[in-house]
């Protein structure tokens, strides 16, 4: 997959990349290189629609290169606890969920926070991968029938990298969906490589539904 280091580094941190570069090429690793590319930024989200919420588990997999520039750019290192680490991601958490559109019927749906983690693992040329990982919910109050989900991902405008979306219902019937239930990289862990060359580009869903009416709401014949 072609890559450009231009599309990725700005003129303002062109230094940065250059220097991570060198690490990749001259360092003598042995780990592998990230399979999606080292400058990918992969995103993946897997919609679960329930009787009373929709959740969005919500992954990031950076591979090297912008590993590295986010580590300089925030003071990071690869310890999960640090200070810089949690500050960095209180930042992401409130900046990519601002990125992502959830709506039902068409009303914009509030989505709180119910998990966060980030975590590392060894890269090419000594350099680290980071993969940031979420749970968001949504509160769905709709009304027994049918009804329709939106969903849009705005983040990484522009990055190469896979972008999947999964959706799952869990209680209600999905009746429709332009996303597929099947996950093809087990959650941003084993990259397909029958798709290496032409990843998922998939930023948006629409899945209709039915929800039906709470079994406390359901008679009990006589």
């Not at 930042?91 to 068409?106: S, V």
């Not at 949504?138 to 999964?166: C, T």
């Amino acid at each position: 997959m072609r890559t450009t280091k231009r599309g990725f580094c700005g003129y303002a941190t062109r230094w940065i990349c250059a220097s991570a570069v060198f690490l990749l090429l001259f360092y003598p690793g042995g780990a592998f290189a990230h399979p999606m590319g080292n400058f990918s930024v992969n995103h993946y989200g897997k919609i679960k629609v329930g009787q009373t919420s929709v959740e969005i588990l919500y992954l990031v997999d950076m591979a090297e290169i912008p590993t590295y520039q986010e580590m300089r750019q925030f003071g990071m290192n690869t310890h999960p606890d640090d200070a810089a680490d949690l500050r960095y991601l209180d930042g992401q958490e409130t900046r990519l969920k601002q990125g992502l559109t959830l709506e039902i019927d068409g009303r914009a749906l509030r989505l709180d926070t119910i998990s966060r983690q980030v975590a590392f693992a060894d890269g090419a040329g000594g350099l680290p991968t980071m993969k940031l990982s979420f749970i968001f919910r949504g509160k769905l109050d709709a009304a027994a029938g049918a009804h329709k989900l939106s969903y849009a991902d705005n983040n990484f405008a522009g990055r190469s990298g896979w972008k999947e979306i999964v959706v799952i219902g869990e209680g209600p019937t999905i009746l429709g969906s332009t996303a597929p239930e099947v996950d093809r990289s087990q959650e941003l862990t084993n990259y397909s490589s029958d798709l290496l060359n032409s990843p998922p580009q998939q930023l948006a869903a629409v899945v209709n539904f039915r929800t039906a009416v709470p079994e406390r709401e359901v008679s009990s014949p006589l």
